[in-house]
């Protein structure tokens, strides 16, 4: 039998009830899941480090780099699986040439390219600037021109021109604040604007995207700071993590709240959409929501960083503990994108009906590809780390 017919034939075999013909197929596969997970992380990187920077935690101040560094990272990587999802992604760059007000995904690759050419890239080239002049006076060979690449001909060190680039530093900052909550608010506002799908249509998800995206950025950024210091042989400050774990446990209130509340509402309105709604909740989604998110990603970091917060004496084993919930949550903002991005398209515009979605090893909208979106920056942290290393950042002389 014919492989494309043969794929159909099961996707029926395990569908139920009344479904439409064009939704035997899911139009948007694990590569949309990553997408929105990736830009969230950015997000909530780039608002971590703000804390130190704006809002003055110095306390935060070792993750501050790093949660740069990391934010750009996945930055760079943000957009790939959206591009490899299309049919033709040589022609991708045409909705930036061609932009029509109407359209979500152009108004988005303007507000991605803000973010990454105006806040992400001048933030840190105005941190690094003086360390960069340093190390092209003081490297040999090919880094030597490297670095005096990189410094864009700006070799000005004096306490003055020093000075500027905090204060020029400190200004992006502050616009990258709003910036970081429209780039992902902006992805809930893409599903949430679709009327047609009352799984996705509600005013809040702008905002729960937003909140969970706070959580995984701050989740990634502890869990990438407790990694770098166990490879750099130096010890993890517990009261760096304290401190993580905190503003953590706070964020993740306010997602499970609002997530909470989103719920409560459907249930009280109870539209014709409720019942095949909850079904699918209960079904379908059933292991990933109430288990994965719910369970695993939600209430057992909330509990576990509740009693962190409260209980003051010392914990063994307490770094282990917040690598262990800084996994978890990220497990559970994944099944919280997993449960958007597929969950919409699993009941049938009928209301009478479910299909279903089956994961590819192979291909460009497979479980492998996905993976390697999700891998890739890593890799590029890993080259920017070296490239930029955060402990070996030159000190101006005051």
Same mark, same amino acid.
């Given at each position: ?242 401190? !993580? /774990?905190?503003? =953590? %446990? ?5 997602? +499970? *709240? ?5 719920? #409560? ?76 991005? !597929? /969950?919409?398209? =699993? %009941? ?5 009906? +479910? *299909? ?5 090893? #192979? ?36």
């Amino acid at each position: 039998m014919n492989p494309h017919y043969q794929h159909l034939y099961d996707i029926l075999a395990h569908s139920q009830g009344y479904i439409f013909p064009n939704e035997i197929d899911l139009q948007w596969g694990i590569l949309i899941v990553v997408y929105p997970f990736i830009t969230g992380l950015v997000a909530g990187a780039f608002i971590l480090a703000s804390l130190e920077r704006v809002f003055k935690v110095k306390i935060l101040k070792p993750t501050y780099q790093i949660a740069l560094l990391t934010a750009l990272s996945f930055l760079l990587v943000a957009t790939l699986p959206l591009i490899s999802h299309l049919s033709q992604p040589q022609r991708a760059y045409e909705i930036m040439i061609t932009p029509h007000s109407s359209s979500a995904m152009a108004i988005f690759g303007f507000v991605y390219l803000w973010y990454l050419m105006v806040v992400l890239l001048l933030e840190i080239w105005f941190d690094y600037r003086h360390s960069m002049v340093v190390w092209a006076n003081e490297k040999k060979g090919v880094m030597k021109y490297v670095y005096k690449i990189l410094t864009l001909g700006v070799n000005d060190i004096s306490p003055r021109t020093l000075k500027w680039d905090r204060k020029l530093g400190y200004i992006i900052t502050v616009v990258g604040i709003p910036s970081a909550f429209i780039l992902h608010g902006y992805v809930g506002f893409i599903f949430g604007s679709i009327k047609a799908n009352p799984w996705w249509s509600t005013p809040l998800m702008p905002i729960i995207f937003l909140f969970s995206a706070m959580v995984s950025g701050i989740s990634m950024v502890m869990l990438i700071y407790m990694v770098i210091s166990w490879f750099r042989k130096k010890a993890i400050e517990v009261n760096v993590l304290d401190s !993580i /774990g905190k503003f =953590l %446990f706070f964020v993740l209130i306010l997602d +499970f *709240t609002l997530e909470g509340l989103d719920q #409560i509402q459907r249930i009280y309105e109870a539209e014709e959409s409720f019942e095949i709604i909850k079904l699918l909740v209960s079904s379908k989604l059933y292991l990933t929501l109430f288990v994965s998110q719910g369970l695993i990603g939600t209430i057992i970091p909330l509990i576990t960083l509740a009693f962190l917060q409260f209980y003051k004496h010392q914990i063994r084993l307490k770094k282990t503990i917040y690598f262990i919930i800084g996994l978890l949550v990220l497990v559970g903002v994944y099944s919280m994108r997993w449960n958007v991005v !597929i /969950g919409g398209q =699993l %009941f049938s515009k009928s209301f009478a009906g +479910f *299909t279903s979605f089956k994961v590819g090893l #192979i291909g460009l909208d497979g479980t492998l590809m996905a993976a390697f979106w999700i891998i890739l920056p890593f890799g590029i942290l890993a080259f920017l780390l070296w490239l930029l290393p955060p402990w070996k950042m030159v000190e101006p002389e005051e």
